[in-house]
């Protein structure tokens, strides 16, 4: 098939059927379930998935890339939208589990992720392939380097898990970097808190990560500070759990608007 790439749409299609198995693997689907797919290309795992699952449904928003599947797979329901656009609730099965699945355009990773955290209720669990970069920082524990306000929030709205990497050589084109497959379990229980309250903390923190707490969190908090709290600690030091409390307090003082 030739097809022309465009980078700025982040195309690196896969073409490694040992890969794309893994992918479909770990997906728990079961009968009466629908697997949505984000940005099917022109379809190298969306095959995969039809062998496999009977309630496919794919967003995709090059037009080029919808005429493919369409003649591909004639009766596969295709949203020819930008993702960032979508409305999930329209989307979602109303009956069964629904799984949202993609090898992700790598120039919207941060905001695809936000969107599906954000609609958690809405998911069984995500299966993403994303840079590896991306992905050990949404698993990242608090006091390493790679911690920051995607680990917190992702780790407060799911649980997260590294499933495997994958080389750039199993894409084509490939891209400059090594990849890697995460699945986010959304499991935990609802939150005490507003998300809005929690990103607002965790994002007044870390934008002066090199401050101690009780300077970072000033904006936010001006000199009121919780007791309770460790604000010698720098933002990086403190749990997600941490932040949740912090949160929780927050709401339950109206000490945030
Ligand atoms: N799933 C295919 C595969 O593995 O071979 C293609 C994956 S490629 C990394 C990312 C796909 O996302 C491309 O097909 C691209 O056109 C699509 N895409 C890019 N931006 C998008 C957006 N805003 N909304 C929906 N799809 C998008």
Do not use: C
Request: net charge negative; hydrophobic share 35%.
């Amino acid at each position: 098939m030739s097809f022309r790439t465009k980078k700025s749409l982040g195309q690196h299609f896969l073409h490694d059927g040992n890969i794309i198995r893994k992918i479909a693997d770990a997906i728990p689907a079961k009968t009466g379930d629908r697997v949505i797919e984000i940005g099917p290309g022109t379809g190298a795992l969306t095959r995969e998935l039809l062998n496999r699952f009977e309630d496919i449904q794919v967003i995709e928003i090059d037009q080029r890339a919808v005429e493919v599947l369409n003649e591909e797979f004639p009766d596969l329901i295709i949203h020819q939208q930008d993702v960032l656009k979508t409305n999930w609730d329209d989307l979602i099965s109303k009956t069964g589990d629904t799984y949202v699945v993609g090898n992700l355009p790598y120039y919207i990773t941060s905001p695809i992720l936000f969107s599906v955290l954000e609609k958690r209720d809405f998911f069984k669990e995500a299966l993403f392939m994303m840079q590896k970069e991306v992905a050990e920082r949404l698993v990242a524990e608090h006091s390493s380097k790679e911690y920051g306000i995607l680990s917190v929030q992702t780790q407060l709205m799911s649980e997260p898990e590294i499933l495997f990497d994958v080389s750039r050589h199993s894409f084509s084109p490939p891209p400059r970097v090594t990849s890697a497959v995460i699945r986010l379990r959304f499991n935990k229980p609802e939150l005490p808190f507003k998300d809005e309250t929690m990103k607002k903390v965790v994002r007044t923190a870390f934008n002066q990560r090199r401050k101690k707490l009780s300077n970072a969190l000033k904006p936010l908090l001006g000199k009121e500070l919780p007791e309770g709290f460790n604000y010698d600690d720098r933002a990086e030091h403190w749990s997600p759990e941490t932040y949740a409390k912090l949160s929780e307090r927050l709401e339950q003082t109206d000490s945030i608007s």
